[in-house]
T-cell receptor
């Protein structure tokens, strides 16, 4: 079964600096992976998804993630943080025929 | 296109009362989910339904029942509410193509 580890429970950055949210997966085969975002008091929204096509995936709001099989990683990045990026972020593996299980996520804080 | 609709958005119950959270999707998805979200705990899966007529327990099913009424609707019932069930509840439906989840806006439940 697939699982992921989000290496940081909380990340703090300054506005205009790069964002890196780390996610490592554990799987015996190449997984399908999602990043979801949840802004305060809102529902969850898909940021981007990897489904074994291009390894560099671009999402909404300037975010992107690169699937690296050699490192079993799918880290989320953004070149320049904006105040509106402050949210909860979830890396979620998808395995056909099984339910999607979320972890505790990473809280991103952005200071001015 | 409404997507996933949850009702009610807010509810206050007394311990021992019962209630049902309703969820409906209009995207013709087979799979539907109920999650709960508590501070610092991420999203935890309560129940999911892979298709009409089937339901399966998730990570935290105790105290809940579900009904997959038809392909569109998936309800979550609390028979005897407890303060530990105070939470924000999210319903989601899932595409079969790549497993992406679409979420409702959430239902905030307080049990006194």
């Amino acid at each position: 079964a697939q699982s992921v580890t989000q290496l940081d429970s909380h990340v703090s950055v300054s506005e205009g600096t790069p964002v890196l949210l780390r996610c490592n997966y554990s799987s015996s085969y190449s997984p399908s992976l999602f990043w979801y975002v949840q802004h305060p008091n809102k529902g969850l929204q898909l940021l981007l998804k990897y489904t074994s096509a291009a390894t560099l995936v671009k999402g909404i709001n300037g975010f992107e993630a690169e699937f690296k099989k050699s490192e079993t990683s799918f880290h989320l990045t953004k070149p320049s943080a904006h105040m509106s990026d402050a949210a909860e972020y979830f890396c979620v593996p998808n395995q056909a025929g099984t339910a999607l299980i979320f972890g505790k996520g990473t809280t991103l804080s952005v200071s001015s | 296109n409404a997507g996933v609709t949850q009702t009610p958005k807010f509810q206050v119950l007394k311990t021992g009362q019962s209630m049902t959270l309703q969820c409906a999707q209009d995207m013709n998805h087979n799979s539907m989910y109920w999650y709960r979200q508590d501070p610092g705990m991420g999203l935890r899966l309560i129940y999911y339904s892979a298709s009409e007529g089937t339901t399966d327990k998730g990570e935290v099913p105790n105290g809940y029942n579900v009904s997959r009424l038809n392909k569109r609707e998936f309800s979550l019932r609390l028979e005897s509410a407890a303060p530990s069930q105070t939470s924000v509840y999210f319903c989601a439906s899932q595409t079969w193509q790549d497993g992406e989840l679409f979420f409702g806006e959430g239902s905030r439940l307080t049990v006194l």
